[in-house]
């Protein structure tokens, strides 16, 4: 049996969860309310202040489903209790962020501005010019986010240039060696 999938997932006082027809699960707490539909075949019993998560049989597809259900409502609870946040930075010469309004903009070396807007369940903090933290109760929508900011500029090997995760190890190459 799966290890991850038959864990039990314990529900914090202030947070309700509700399982609708067709495994729509709705999760409601301090931080917000996220609703997603999970597999339909897997059981997700309410005990309360606890949630199981049962499969059907033991078939591979069921098995792999079973710790994924599983998951996906743990950070459900988890991010409604907690939230999720990814750190960023942006390292080079001249490179900066600034927040003005809902939007982040940044200078990354380009000849304009790169803007990008705070999508719906995410907020973007700019603590200093070469840091952006990321925030939100979704999990996935928080992890999208910040791989597309990311994916703007990142991060060259020979210099370190461009914009990496806080706790991200960039591999370093020497350049060209002169004669």
Same mark, same amino acid.
């Given at each position: 049996m799966s290890r991850i999938g038959r864990a039990p997932i314990a529900i914090p006082a202030g947070v309700t969860v509700t399982v609708g027809e067709g495994n729509v699960v709705t999760v409601k707490g301090p931080k917000g309310e996220l609703t997603k539909s999970l597999c339909p075949i897997m059981t997700i019993e309410n005990d309360g202040a606890v949630l199981h998560v049962k499969r059907p049989n *033991? !078939?591979?597809?069921?098995?792999?489903?079973?710790?994924? $259900? /599983?998951?996906l409502l743990h950070n459900m609870v988890v %991010?409604? $209790?907690? %939230?999720?946040?990814?750190?960023? !930075?942006?390292?080079?010469?001249?490179?900066?962020? #600034?927040?003005e309004g809902k939007n982040l903009v940044m200078n990354l070396g380009?000849?304009?501005?790169?803007?990008?807007? !705070?999508? *719906?369940?995410?907020t973007i903090e700019v603590p200093d010019p070469n840091h952006i933290t990321i925030?939100? #109760? *979704?999990?996935?929508?928080?992890?999208?986010?910040?791989? *597309?900011? /990311? %994916?703007? /500029?990142?991060? !060259?090997?020979y210099k370190g240039k461009g914009i990496k995760y806080v706790d991200e190890f960039i591999r370093r190459k020497e350049g060209k060696t002169g004669k």
């Open positions: *033991d !078939e591979k597809e069921n098995r792999a489903l079973h710790g994924l $259900t /599983r998951s %991010g409604v $209790t907690e %939230g999720f946040e990814k750190k960023l !930075e942006v390292n080079g010469v001249g490179y900066r962020a #600034a927040k380009f000849s304009h501005q790169v803007i990008m807007p !705070e999508v *719906d369940g995410i925030k939100g #109760a *979704d999990k996935q929508l928080v992890g999208q986010f910040a791989a *597309d900011l /990311r %994916g703007k /500029r990142p991060p !060259e090997p």
